[in-house]
Each structure stands twice: as C-alpha cells, then as structure tokens.
Nanobody, 121 residues
Framework: QVQLVESGGTLVQTGGSLRLSCAAS????????MGWFRQAPGKERKFVAG??????LYADSVKDRFTISRDNAKNTVWLQMNSLKPEDTGVYYC????????????????WGQGTQVTVSS
C-alpha cells in the first residue's frame, strides 16, 4: 500500500508562483510513476504532470509554466507552478502508479487527499 500526502496549496495572485509537495510512504517508489492531477469546481479530475524513469509528461495547459521533479531518496515529488492563472484553481491531487508516466496519466493506482490551490484574478 502507498500513502500520499500533499502540501503547499494556498491562495495566490495571478502571475504568482507556488510549489506543491507530495510525500509518499509505504513503499520505495523508485519504480513508480508519480504525478499530479487537479480538479476544478464542478469539473472532472484531470492530469497535470507526471514523472517516471521514462521522463516527464505535462498537460498542454501547463507546459512551460509547471515543472515536476522528484527525489527518490526522500520519496517526495514536487510541482513547481509559475505564472499562475485563475484557471489553475482547483484541488491538486498527488498520484502514483507502478509503471510509466503514461500509465499514471491513464489509470493511477494511488491518490492523496488533495491540496487546494486558489489563484485570484
């Protein structure tokens, strides 16, 4: 079993930056793809970014603004978000899947509880 705990969500102004963290426990996640999804109010949860041994993958809406990174020794993954827009508002969920990043995007196995990010206009 894998436990994921997100942190770092808060209220930020348009154009600002924020870094989310996801701490994983339960297993060594070196072989797992890790990533982030977000869910805006009234909308479905969508893939944002992922990282695995095969590389990184980003949603088109966040390319060149968001950067995902990880430290396997610390079992931690981060999402650096720059040039934030109101449409980035939502609950951000950390996710993990025992495979490649495209597998994570399509069917993650584990979820965190989420952290709220609100971007004010």
């Amino acid at each position: 079993q894998v436990q994921l705990v997100e942190s770092g969500g808060t209220l930020v102004q348009t154009g600002g930056s924020l870094r989310l963290s996801c701490a994983a426990s339960g297993r060594t996640l070196r072989a797992y793809a890790m990533g982030w999804f977000r869910q805006a109010p009234g909308k479905e949860r969508k893939f944002v970014a992922g990282i695995s041994t095969t590389g990184t993958l980003y949603a088109d809406s966040v390319k060149d603004r968001f950067t995902i990174s990880r430290d396997n020794a610390k079992n931690t993954v981060w999402l650096q978000m720059n040039s934030l827009k109101p449409e980035d508002t939502g609950v951000y969920y950390c996710a993990a899947e025992q495979g490649i990043v495209r597998s994570l995007r399509d069917h993650p196995d584990y979820w965190g509880q989420g952290t709220q990010v609100t971007v004010s206009s």
